[in-house]
């Protein structure tokens, strides 16, 4: 669906767990919070990414600090990865829970990109604590 409005995009999709087939996107299964897996991703794209896209969520463990805790540790991870994919200009969009170390995501969002907000889509039930972050234009260091 994608390839339709752009012919020349590279889509990887990565899980643990297996995925079916889509047409036109490169599935890995493996483990995102492994250095191999970076690799992997890094080996798989040709040219700089327009953008990186994560709904990860940490497995639940019923203690919902712990959970938000490791959720935003990913979110963390993604963030910190997209500077080695991305263009100067490309963008972010991540999932991350509103909790204790909510500020942290935030301020090391702030210090990797020019611009960084946040929104809660209106798919997600109102007592839910998921928040997506979106970062714009990757800021020199």
Do not use: W
Request: glycine share 2%; aromatic share 8%; with cysteine.
């Amino acid at each position: 669906m994608i390839k339709k409005y752009n012919k020349n995009c590279k889509i990887i999709a990565v899980d643990t767990k297996e995925m079916d087939k889509i047409e036109d996107i490169d599935f890995l299964q493996c483990d995102f919070k492994k250095e191999v897996s970076k690799e992997i991703i890094l080996k798989k794209l040709s040219t700089k990414a327009d953008a990186v896209l994560s709904d990860m969520a940490a497995n639940t463990t019923g203690s919902k600090d712990l959970d938000c805790i490791r959720t935003n540790e990913l979110c963390v991870e993604v963030i910190e990865f997209s500077r080695s994919v991305l263009n100067e200009n490309g963008s972010v969009l991540a999932k991350l829970f509103n909790g204790k170390d909510f500020n942290n995501v935030k301020n090391i969002a702030e210090k990797n990109f020019k611009k960084v907000r946040f929104f809660k889509p209106e798919s997600s039930r109102d007592f839910s604590k998921e928040t997506y972050i979106h970062c714009k234009g990757i800021k020199a260091l």
